[in-house]
């Protein structure tokens, strides 16, 4: 039986070690975390966008490669809203 990391608000998919959604900003410490062993599968396909974010908070910056209308929005430190910014290869 496979089991995934997701956001219990949204059904999105977290990374070990991020303190709240990146895509709706609920606290993930708050869910049971299951480890991801199924990721990749979300990998085939058309190629990512990719989006630098910069936490309106407390100025982290990651990068974030995303696939259709997923749309990541909030800090994974701090739950704080980011900025984004479209990154062309
Ligand atoms: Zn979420
Ligand atoms: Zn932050």
């Known amino acids: 039986m496979k089991k995934a990391t ?5 059904g999105k998919h977290f990374t070990q070690g991020e303190q709240y959604c ?3 900003g609920t606290k993930t410490q708050e869910m049971p975390f299951y480890p991801e062993l199924d990721f990749g599968a979300e990998v085939y396909g058309p190629p990512p966008d990719i989006y630098i974010l910069t936490c309106k908070k407390c100025g982290k910056r ?7 209308i997923n749309r990541t ?3 994974p430190d701090c739950g704080s ?7 062309l290869y």
Do not use: I
């Not at 997701?6 to 949204?10: I, P, R, S, Y």
């Not at 990651?62 to 259709?68: A, I, L, R, V, Y």
């Not at 809203?81 to 990154?87: D, F």
């Open 22 to 24: 990146v895509y709706c």
């Open 81 to 87: 809203e980011a900025y984004r910014t479209h990154v």
């Open 73 to 75: 929005k909030y800090c």
């Open 6 to 10: 997701k956001c219990l608000n949204c």
């Open 62 to 68: 990651w990068e974030s490669h995303e696939f259709g």
